[in-house]
Each structure stands twice: as structure tokens, then as C-alpha cells.
């Protein structure tokens, strides 16, 4: 039966229904009136805003976020497409998929007094790994974990426009805008912890400066952020607070540390240094301080990444799974660690999908909203939901 055939169906059958289990007749079929087609929105959504409480029922049915959370949890770090479509949308919506929920099902019942477990989703390019990612991680900020996400580890190896020697290291580069605007995010995602958390070392950033040990961390934040040529070390500093506290007794926090792109972290650059050779990604302090972060060598949290064939340098297009990404060397620090396979949408999840962009008149084209263009738009997209989105971005 067609998805509008469906739709069309179950509305006079809802109505006769709340007509028998209300009274009076004559004004629950005016609230009906009033509030047009509520049943073709429960088709593809799911007023289950908590995803702490999404199951298999809820899987391929959209959920909003809070514009709260999209603010704090996702300051200006949601792929750019989504963040364009969000603002056309006026909403920020994330398909409940199982990938996301096995994770979610994992972390739920993970013994935190062992070294952090590590979480790699995988999948073709545009499967929509990212979005899981973001799911999951919605899932550790309504629980009270800290997050320290790093939306795109290919910015940190890509494209850098300053590059200094390390002033703690001569054998490392610094990358201080890169290192600066993390920072700040940082600072709004984990505002409730910058007060809380006490440094356990001191720091010396130049002769006049310092931060001793026992101050709070956004002291810590704050010196990165205003002292820009120090922002990288600062941003080592963070990530090493965090990670000797996390699972330490009174530490008060559970750390969910998510790198979307986490292959980046062990291939190739294409940032030169002054004689034009090749800077590797160990040469880099941002990145020379994350890959100690997503050792497994801490406790009290979880390791949550992708790897992406898109900014994926020197590696085959049809790449995706973990081994042909990571490399050898990556596979063998990131190993052991619980593979998630994110596929395509399935035909459930496409029609959930479909029934969304109609319902926010993203489809225009009035064959689009026809039977026979729905078949055409699974034949052009394989159900793919980043290529699936831009074709409707013409439609």
C-alpha cells in the first residue's frame, strides 16, 4: 500500500475513534478541525524527546532536540548540510536509528570502573554515521556526562592557516586557531564542570604566567582563550586533567570523549612544513594529545568515534571499513574496540525520511510527491541518506 494511501486511511478511523471515547461528539470533531492531520506526523516522528528512553519502537522515527541543547551540547558543531537544513526546517530533528540505539543499550550497562570502551561507528560515505555519533552523544549530555567532542579531526591534519613550533616541544607544531575555537566551544558545552573541576598539576606558560594546581579548570579554558599562542598546550592540558581524574574517587563527572573522523588521527596531512615536506599528524600537538586521549588506558567514561572516507587522504573512494581507514597503525591503537555497522536507510527508515521533508515542504516538485517519484528518488539515492538529501535539495 502507498505511504499516502496509509496516511490518507487512518485519518477517518482516528476521528471515529476519539468521536466514541469523548464527549461531546460535535467538539472533539472541532479540536480535530483545529489540529490538521496529527496522525500523518506520528507516521514519521516521536514525541520521545529523551534518548534515554528511545527503544526499537521508536527506530526510524524522527525526534526533536531542544533548541537548548542544540545551543550548548552542538555549539556551531553539526555538519554544515544539517545546520543549513535545521534553519530551513526552523527545528533540529535526528532520525532514531539502531545503530545508535545498540550503542546507547551498551553505555547503559558498561561496568565504569574499567577502562573506557571504545565505539567505532562504520558505514558507506553519507550512511549517516555522524548523525549516530550525535545521537549517542545527546544521549551522555541529558545523563550529566562531560563531553568533549571533537566535531572533525580532518580540520586538525587539513588546511592549517598558522602554524607555529611548539614552545613546550620543538619536535611538535602548534595549530592556535584550531586549538582557540575548540576551546571556546569546549567552554559552553561543559560550563557546569569548569567550576568543579580542580587542575591536579600546575602550569607555566611563559615567565609571568601560570596556572597553579588546585584551580578550577576553566581557568585552565580561559588562559587558552586568551592567550592564543599557548591555546594548544592548553588544550593538552584539558585533556590530561580529564583523563587522570575520570574514574578517580570524588572526581564527580563521567567523560564521554566523541571524535567524529578519528582515521584522520593516524594519516596522512597535507600541511607543509617551511622546506615544503609533509607534516605528520604525531607532529601535531592537537593531535599528538587526542591520540593519548583515545587510548583505553583511563576509566570512568567512553570512547565514542567514526571513521570517514570523506577528508580521508590517499585512500580508495569505495574505502569504509575500519581496516582499510585506520591503517595499520590506527587499527592496531585503536584496537579492541566494538565495531557498529551503519547501513543505508532501510525501507522503513526511507519512507519515515520521506514522509519528514514532505511534511516541511521540502518536497516541491509535484512529482515528487507521487508514487512513481518516490520509486525514482530510491533508485537515484539507494536509499543513501546523505545522497537521498541532496536530491531533494533540488526538488
Request: proline share 6%; aromatic share 10%; net charge positive.
Amino acid at each position: 500500500m502507498s505511504l499516502h494511501r496509509l496516511a490518507f486511511g487512518l485519518r477517518p478511523t482516528v476521528a471515529h475513534v476519539r468521536c466514541l471515547h469523548s464527549s461531546p461528539c460535535v467538539q472533539q470533531q472541532e479540536a480535530v478541525a483545529v489540529e490538521p492531520e496529527p496522525e500523518s506526523i506520528s507516521v514519521f516522528r516521536t514525541q520521545e524527546k529523551d534518548p534515554a528512553r528511545h527503544s526499537e519502537k521508536h527506530a526510524g522515527h524522527f525526534y526533536t532536540l531542544p533548541p537548548a541543547h542544540v545551543r550548548l551540547l552542538f555549539p556551531n558543531t553539526l555538519p554544515w548540510r544539517y545546520q543549513q537544513q535545521a534553519k530551513t526546517f526552523n527545528e533540529s530533528c535526528i532520525m532514531v536509528r539502531r545503530p545508535a540505539l545498540e550503542v546507547i543499550s551498551y553505555l547503559k550497562k558498561t561496568d565504569y570502573s574499567q577502562p573506557a570502551l571504545r565505539y567505532l561507528f562504520y558505514g558507506l560515505k553519507g550512511s549517516g554515521k555522524t548523525m549516530s555519533l550525535c545521537h549517542t552523544v545527546h544521549f551522555c549530555y541529558t545523563q550529566g556526562w562531560l563531553v568533549l567532542h571533537v566535531p572533525d579531526a580532518f580540520l586538525w591534519v587539513k588546511n592549517c592557516k598558522e602554524l607555529l613550533p611548539s614552545s613546550y616541544n620543538s619536535s611538535r607544531f602548534d595549530q592556535p586557531l584550531q586549538a582557540t575555537t575548540w576551546l571556546r566551544n569546549f567552554k559552553i558545552t561543559s560550563e557546569p564542570f569548569l567550576s568543579k573541576i580542580k587542575t591536579k598539576e600546575r602550569y607555566v606558560w611563559t615567565k609571568r604566567e601560570s596556572t597553579e594546581a588546585g584551580s578550577p579548570l576553566g581557568e585552565l579554558v580561559d588562559q587558552g582563550i586568551s592567550r592564543v599562542k599557548s591555546s594548544s598546550d592548553v588544550v593538552g592540558a584539558v585533556m590530561k586533567e580529564l583523563r587522570l581524574q575520570s574514574g578517580q574517587p570524588g572526581a564527580g563527572f563521567r567523560l564521554a570523549v566523541a571524535v567524529d573522523s578519528v582515521n584522520a588521527l593516524w594519516g596522512r596531512s597535507t600541511i607543509k612544513k617551511e622546506d615544503k615536506s609533509a607534516v605528520d599528524p604525531e607532529e601535531l600537538t592537537l593531535v599528538y594529545n587526542l591520540r593519548k586521549l583515545v587510548k583505553n588506558d583511563w576509566s570512568g567514561g567512553a570512547i565514542i568515534t567514526t571513521v570517514s572516507q570523506t577528508g580521508a587522504l590517499y585512500t580508495p573512494k569505495s574505502a569504509y571499513l575500519p581496516q582499510e581507514l585506520l591503517g595499520e597503525r590506527g587499527f592496531d591503537s585503536m584496537d579492541p574496540f566494538v565495531p557498529v555497522s551503519v547501513p543505508n536507510y532501510s525501507e522503513k527508515e526511507f519512507e519515515s525520511c520521506y514522509l519528514y521533508y514532505t511534511d516541511r515542504n521540502w518536497l516541491q516538485h509535484p512529482q515528487s510527491r507521487t508514487e512513481e517519484g518516490k520509486k525514482e528518488l530510491v533508485f537515484l539515492s539507494n536509499r543513501n541518506p546523505s545522497m537521498f538529501e541532496r536530491l531533494c535539495g533540488f526538488l
